[in-house]
């Protein structure tokens, strides 16, 4: 009888420990370990070309909220980034918003840097220095095909017609 009741209790302990692994990997993967105080602030972009949902905010290296939606403005067709950031960092107006990548071909994120600006960014406001994303297809095209090439050498030709 002692035998089983023993594996009963490595058997309980074994589950809550997977139902406590599955329960903080669910919470981190949506990103909800940043609860607390936050606010929201916006973000515009020409291309937020691989951001979605979930994805880290960073600054300095350091995770200080999530991305929280990306959708596009119908007036201008930009994509507008709504950021959720933990409220003890109070970014300076003048602040800078960029799309990054992690690795080569890594995830993206947004990463922050802060400005010199004395006045703080208010919730609901627009970081309005962004740097969109690079796009990674348009450049290996454009050094694949030689249009880098063709580029300079018209440039050099219209250089050395020049009296």
Known sequence: ?????????VGLFVLLGVAAIAYLTLRIGTGSLINGDTYVVES???????????SSVLMSGVTVGRVEGVRMEPSDYSAIVTLR???ALHLPTDSMASIKTSGLI?????????GADETSMKPGERITLTESAVDLESLIGKMAFGSLDKEKTTKEKEDNSKP
């Open 1 to 9: 009888m002692k035998h089983t009741k023993l594996e009963l209790y």
């Open 44 to 54: 515009r972009f020409a291309n937020a070309g691989g951001l979605h949902t979930g």
């Open 85 to 87: 950031i933990v409220s």
């Open 106 to 114: 890594g995830d993206k994120y947004v990463a922050l840097s802060p």
